[in-house]
C-alpha cells in the first residue's frame, strides 16, 4: 500500500532546543496533517495543511506544505517537557476523503 | 464532555475466540473510523462509516467486520481472534471528512494468546 516516510524515528533533545521532523512520500496529497500522542492516549490534531506551500503555526509549532505536495516538515521551537510524546504525519490522497496515509511517527524524548 | 469512549481499554483473548469492541461519540459526528496501531507502523484504517446506515472497508479489513449501530455508536467485531489482531485498536470521529479533525478515544489493548 502507500506509505509516507517519517524521520527522525526518534530524537532526544535538551529543554529549549528547536525540534524539527519530516515526511515524505512517492504520492501527492491534497491535505496534510500532523497529530501528537501521548502515552496511553489517542492522537491530536496539531496542524492541518490544505495548499501547496501553505506555512502554518500553532503557539511554537509550525509546519509547511511542500511545494511538490510530496512532503511536509513540522518545527517545534523551545521545546519544553510536555512536548514529549509522538509525532504523526498523515496525508490524503486525491482519491479518498475518507482515508488518511500514516507515517510511523517521531518520537520525543527530552534529555533530563 | 466525554468525546470519544472506548471499551473495554484492556482485554486478552485466546486464539478463536470472538469479541465486540464498542465506541461512542456525544459530538453528533457524522463519520467514525477505526484504526490499528502497531508498534514502529501508523495507524492503519480498518475500516470507516460516512454516514449512519453506511460502512467501508478500510486497508486492512480482513478479519474483521464493523456496525454502524446509530449516529453515535461504532462497534468492532473480531469474529475468530488470530495472534495477528494483537494490537492497540483506536477508534475516532470527525464531523464529515478524514481531513477535518478526527477525535479519537484512548485504545483497547487487545492481546490474542
Known amino acids: 500500500g502507500q506509505q509516507l516516510n517519517q524521520s527522525p524515528q526518534s530524537m532526544f533533545i535538551q529543554e529549549g532546543e528547536d525540534v524539527s521532523m519530516n515526511c515524505t512520500s512517492s504520492?501527492?496529497?491534497?491535505?496534510w496533517l500532523w497529530y501528537k500522542q501521548d502515552p496511553g492516549e489517542g492522537p491530536v490534531l496539531l496542524i492541518a495543511?490544505?495548499?501547496a506551500g501553505e506555512l502554518t503555526s500553532n503557539g511554537r509549532l509550525t509546519a509547511q506544505f511542500g511545494i511538490t505536495r510530496k512532503d511536509s516538515f513540522l518545527n517545534i521551537s523551545a521545546s519544553i517537557p510536555s512536548d514529549v510524546g509522538i509525532y504523526f504525519c498523515?496525508?490524503?490522497?486525491?482519491?479518498?476523503?475518507?482515508?488518511?496515509?500514516w507515517g510511523a511517527g517521531t518520537k520525543l524524548i527530552i534529555k533530563p | 464532555n466525554a468525546g470519544v469512549t472506548q471499551t473495554p481499554k484492556f482485554q486478552v483473548l485466546k486464539t478463536g475466540q470472538s469479541m465486540t469492541l464498542q465506541c461512542a461519540q456525544d459530538?453528533?459526528?457524522?463519520?467514525m473510523y477505526w484504526y490499528r496501531q502497531d508498534p514502529g507502523m501508523g495507524l492503519r484504517l480498518i475500516y470507516y462509516?460516512?454516514?449512519?446506515?453506511?460502512?467501508d472497508k478500510g486497508e486492512v479489513p480482513n478479519g474483521y467486520n464493523v456496525s454502524r449501530l446509530n449516529k453515535r455508536e461504532f462497534s468492532l467485531r473480531l469474529e475468530s481472534a488470530a495472534p495477528s489482531q494483537t494490537s492497540v485498536y483506536f477508534c475516532?470521529?470527525?464531523?464529515?471528512?478524514?481531513?477535518?479533525?478526527?477525535?479519537f478515544g484512548d485504545g483497547t489493548r487487545l492481546s490474542i494468546l
Open positions: 498523515a496525508g490524503q490522497l486525491p482519491d479518498s476523503n475518507y482515508q488518511l496515509i
Open positions: 495543511l490544505y495548499k
Open positions: 459530538m453528533n459526528h457524522n463519520s
Open positions: 475516532a470521529s470527525s464531523r464529515r471528512t478524514a481531513v477535518e479533525p478526527q477525535h
Open positions: 462509516s460516512a454516514s449512519e446506515g453506511t460502512t
Open positions: 504520492s501527492i496529497f491534497n491535505t
